[in-house]
């Protein structure tokens, strides 16, 4: 990273840390922060997507597709959640190449489980075995962002549940009063009336999934904790850069980081609920109403 | 092997009992309901220790936040924010570091007429570490839900105590703490249920399974490496916590009764299932 960097026993102090905190394993470090970022942001609106479709499935008047709704909305309460996290990307993955083998392999006899081996044609493999080391990163990736939507998913479905039905009852008959379909009641006044609603519970969301974002480490991503464990411990001579066991100092760090992400979140959510409370018929909307007069 | 001799070998493996090879092939169901049920033991250990030490801890904690002096209140507020505001994950890791880092001999302390050695090195087994961390982390949780009760105690009451002449200390035994717990229990009930889905994180967090010592999902999650099926050892995590759950809030409800058995019927606050408080 500076010119005085090349020789790195040679230089102590600042210098030393300057140029032991800009190596290459330390920038793989900090984009690992990037990484966790990333994560927060796809699974944020995938989470709510997946929880949107599992309340307006709870909501449904088809028998089948309403059990369907609340047994996703249900399965995430009695079961630890890592205990999904370990399991979805697991089954997901298989679930693809057991898909793909039934295509790509069709003429293929033996059984797919063998004993204790879960067998299928090179073809289908995901990704395959051909495919450079990016792509199995991604994979992985994409396979744990997908656990986190499924688990948040749920929680969020039980959330937008109860913010559906907390919109007063009166809005949507007025709705129908003018006419409105069943659908256009739906979008046009529930839909955009819930979000005051569901708000506390959402944001309560949003905490857990900043604080659950340290578990992309049991799934194999290279994220900041398996950073933390690899630069923190101890480093002989044969190293540039010798240092005993600094891991604790590392993960004083990852604490600090989580506490400031929290940190902002609050006031940022803060300051959304105001927004959202304009004009609601709720005690903060009717605040601002009088404030305003 | 029949079952009966699996449950036999294998039932109280967690604890060390019993054969000390786990099974390497040809796994049965019976092999993995019982020692994933082994596992359990750990879980309910750790779980059932840290909510009764917890509880005190979190009265006091509560009080404090709620007490007029900064010296008192802002210690009780940070120590809120911490636990509540970093996940469990990372202060696992962090606690179990800080153990490892104390010196192995022992810390010498001088009394000035007698000289002891505090042994350390059992900070750094999950039966002790993760018990430390768990029973501050879920004070912490517990803290806020009470200092949310204290704070809508009724005024009446707090008035009817005073016409009564109670004060101090037995005001608080008396009327405050009782109704600060009536109005907790519902959502401490939900504080329980995921404190004991939290256990599940202790030895996939640093603290390792000495002997393969470990707890439910320590050993689902051997099954799944094994046998390259999740299809069977999760699901049995699974049911054993949905029974777990269901367990906790039968006996929750049954201390929810007592507590608001003055109250008529409709008045009574009620456990509703409330998602909000995993780490």
Redesign the interface.
């Given at each position: 990273m500076f010119s005085f960097c090349s020789d790195p026993s040679t230089i102590d102090g600042l210098s030393w840390l300057a140029c032991y905190l800009t190596n290459g394993k330390h920038m793989a470090f900090w984009g690992s922060f990037g990484v966790v970022m990333v994560l927060l942001a796809i699974t944020a609106p995938a989470a709510l997507m997946f929880g949107f479709g599992g309340a307006m499935a709870a909501r449904s008047r088809v028998l089948p597709i309403r059990w369907l709704g609340k047994g996703y909305s249900a399965m995430?309460?009695?079961?630890?959640?890592?205990?999904f996290f370990?399991?979805v990307p697991?089954?997901l993955d298989?679930g693809f190449e057991w898909l793909r083998h039934k295509v790509k392999c069709p003429d293929w006899d033996e059984p797919i489980?063998q004993g204790?081996?879960?067998v299928v044609c090179a073809a289908a493999k995901m990704p395959l075995s051909s495919s450079p080391q990016w792509v199995h990163e991604t994979y992985g990736f994409f396979l744990a962002v997908l656990a986190f939507a499924v688990v948040f998913g749920a929680?969020a479905a039980?959330v937008l549940f109860g913010a559906m039905r907390a919109v007063p009852h009166g809005q949507m008959e007025t709705g129908v009063a003018y006419g409105m379909t069943d659908r256009q009641v739906f979008w046009r006044i529930l839909v955009p009336q819930m979000w005051i609603y569901a708000l506390p519970?959402l944001s309560?969301l949003w905490m857990?999934l900043?604080?659950?974002?340290?578990?992309l480490?049991?799934l194999g991503v290279e994220d900041i904790?398996y950073w933390?464990?690899e630069l923190?411990g101890a480093k002989t001579s044969i190293f540039a850069y010798p240092h005993p066991?600094w891991?604790?100092y590392y993960?004083?760090g990852?604490?600090v980081f989580?506490?400031s992400l929290?940190?902002v979140s609050e006031t940022v959510l803060a300051r959304l609920t105001r927004k959202l409370s304009h004009g609601q018929a709720t005690m903060a909307g009717e605040q601002q109403r009088k404030a305003a007069a | 092997m029949s079952c009966l001799e699996t449950i036999q070998a294998y039932g109280l493996r967690s604890l060390g009992i019993g054969e000390r090879l786990l099974p390497r092939s040809d796994f049965t169901l019976c092999e993995q309901v019982t020692l994933i049920g082994s596992g359990l033991i750990w879980n309910i250990y750790f779980g059932a220790l840290a909510l009764f030490f917890g509880f005190f801890l979190a009265t006091g904690v509560a009080l404090a936040k709620n007490a007029e002096h900064p010296l008192i209140r802002k210690p009780a507020e940070w120590f809120i924010f911490l636990f509540r505001g970093s996940p469990l994950f990372i202060q696992f890791f962090l606690a179990y570091e800080s153990f490892v880092l104390l010196p192995k001999s022992g810390i010498e302390l001088n009394l000035g007429f007698v000289e002891i050695t505090a042994a350390t090195s059992w900070l750094t087994r999950a039966w002790a570490g993760a018990l430390i961390v768990l029973f501050l982390n879920t004070a912490a949780y517990t803290g806020e839900i009470f200092y949310g009760a204290l704070r809508t105690v009724p005024k009446g009451d707090l008035e009817a105590a005073d016409a009564y002449g109670l004060a101090g200390w037995s005001r608080f035994r008396r009327i405050v703490w009782p109704t600060m717990l009536r109005l907790a229990w519902p959502a401490y009930t939900n504080e329980a249920i995921f404190l004991f889905h939290a256990t599940t994180l202790v030895y996939f967090s640093g603290f390792p399974a000495w002997r393969q010592k470990g707890d439910a999902l320590y050993y689902a999650s051997y099954f799944a490496d094994k046998t390259f099926n999740p299809f069977v050892p999760y699901p049995i995590v699974a049911g054993y916590f949905i029974l777990l759950t269901l367990l906790i809030i039968m006996l929750f409800g049954l201390i929810n009764r007592r507590l608001n058995r003055h109250l008529p019927q409709a008045a009574r606050s009620r456990f509703r299932f409330r998602p909000q408080v995993i780490r």
């Open positions: 995430v309460r009695g079961i630890p959640d890592i205990a370990l399991f697991f089954a298989q489980r204790n081996d879960f929680f039980n519970g309560n857990i900043i604080k659950a974002t340290p578990l480490f049991l904790v933390a464990r923190g066991d891991r604790l993960f004083l990852l604490l989580y506490l929290t940190k | -």
